[in-house]
């Protein structure tokens, strides 16, 4: 099977910068993308980020300039480089591997937050 592993969370103040990485391990063959999800207490689990194994990435608009997404396809590993971050940013981050089937895979997810 596919294990798939994030690191990286933690606590930062408003302004702050983390940098997310999730590994995937096991029977990986082929990987369609990776992305990063998040969800706060109370509200629907969104999309942050998403890279192609092509290196093809999108971002929701609440992020755009101020997280970058990055993957290294030979390590099967994704980076959410966090920036600016803000009090509204605070949330589990879920790593989301896709392989072509379709068939997705979750980590169990980092706490991120972003306080004073």
């Known amino acids: 099977q596919v294990q798939v592993v994030e690191s990286g969370g933690g606590l930062v103040q408003p302004g702050g910068s983390l940098r997310l990485s999730c590994a995937a391990s096991g029977s990986v063959y082929d990987i369609k993308a990776m992305g990063w999800y998040r969800q706060a207490p109370g509200k629907q689990r969104e999309s942050v980020a998403r890279?192609?194994?092509?290196?093809?990435?999108n971002y929701a608009d609440s992020v755009k300039g101020r997280f970058t997404i990055s993957r290294d396809n030979a390590k099967n590993t994704v980076y959410l480089q966090m920036d600016s971050l803000k009090s509204e940013d605070t949330a589990v981050y879920y790593c989301n591997v896709e392989l072509w089937g379709p068939i997705g895979y979750w980590g169990q997810g980092t706490q991120v937050t972003v306080s004073s």
């Open positions: 890279i192609s194994s092509g290196g093809r990435s």
